[in-house]
């Protein structure tokens, strides 16, 4: 089956309650599939581009068809959250799907107190990941050695939280509003505040606003995205906006779905990655060259090269 016939765009999905990101895929694919495509290799690809907890709800971008080739841009976006977490306990894996290891009773943190420590997250810091993750050890996942007993010593890394606000304080219940960068994690977050105060921080609830700055509104629920899926896709083109635009005329598109390098005169920074199109379709995306004002091809969708070419015989 032609790859054409598949859909190729985004959508912003409302992941629910207790679904993981990879059945948030399946079901995408499932709705998307038609009688005919039996097996996997005819199905449309999708994936998503950053993982949710299944604890958590809220936005999962899932990319559909070619602009599976793209979700690293995601991967890499900042996000924001909404969360809450109790100080009241704590458990193994940080949120209300794990065991209870630690109580704490008879908490007295004041407001204040929680505002001054809130204060030591901002910037850049040292996080280490729950040892429920998906991270790799020795080429298996983290949270797998941890549910088969085993110990898991992760290493911190450095992330940036652009922002956190007190959105509620009542009982032992914190609930913050956080701006942060790639590969936070927003219940090592709630553990490292809940320990600065002496207290736990287990996770209660947790949803992502946004991802890559794309706001809450863009989201679609389960319902909507199963009366009317095919509006829930937005054009590849919105994916790539924040890429420099190379729009180019029918010879040069032909050559850019061959791979050729073009000539091309703009004001585009040394190595820019550009979206690179030709009559409102995405070709691919090509790095630009200085100081000799050349365009080099560095992925070229399939659909172009099939549209290209039909192009040419008609």
């Not at 998503?48 to 559909?64: E, N, R």
């Amino acid at each position: 089956m032609s790859t054409a016939q598949h859909p190729c765009g985004v959508l912003f999905f409302d992941k629910p309650k207790g679904w993981t990101s990879r059945k948030a895929v399946n079901h995408v694919i499932h709705l998307f599939a038609k009688p005919e495509q039996k097996n996997r290799k005819q199905r449309p690809k999708a994936g998503h581009a950053g993982t949710l907890d299944p604890l958590a709800t809220g936005m999962l971008p899932i990319l559909l068809g070619d602009a599976t080739r793209f979700s690293g841009l995601g991967l890499h976006a900042e996000k924001s959250y909404e969360v809450s977490f109790d100080l009241s306990f704590q458990t193994d894996t940080l949120d209300l799907e794990g065991e209870t290891v630690e109580k704490f009773d008879n908490i007295q943190v004041l407001q204040a107190q929680l505002e001054d420590a809130l204060k030591l997250f901002v910037g850049e810091i040292q996080q280490t990941p729950p040892a429920y993750s998906a991270i790799r050890v020795n080429g298996k996942r983290a949270h797998a050695l941890a549910r088969q007993g085993e110990q898991v010593h992760l290493q911190a890394r450095a992330i940036e939280i652009k922002s956190i606000e007190l959105l509620h304080y009542e009982g032992d219940v914190v609930t913050l509003a956080v701006d942060c960068s790639k590969g936070t994690y927003i219940r090592s977050l709630a553990r490292d505040i809940g320990l600065a105060l002496g207290v736990g921080g287990c996770v209660t609830m947790l949803r992502r606003v946004s991802s890559g700055g794309w706001p809450a509104e863009m989201m679609v629920g389960l319902a909507e995205l199963e009366e009317k899926k095919e509006a829930c896709i937005l054009p590849l083109q919105i994916w790539l906006r924040d890429l420099p635009q190379v729009k180019l005329g029918e010879d040069e598109a032909m050559r850019f779905v061959l791979g050729q390098r073009l000539r091309w005169d703009a004001n585009i920074s040394d190595q820019a990655l550009c979206c690179v199109s030709y009559d409102d379709m995405v070709l691919g995306t090509a790095r630009f060259q200085q100081p000799i004002s050349v365009l080099q091809p560095e992925r070229v969708l399939p659909t172009a090269q099939e549209k290209m070419a039909w192009t040419q015989k008609v």
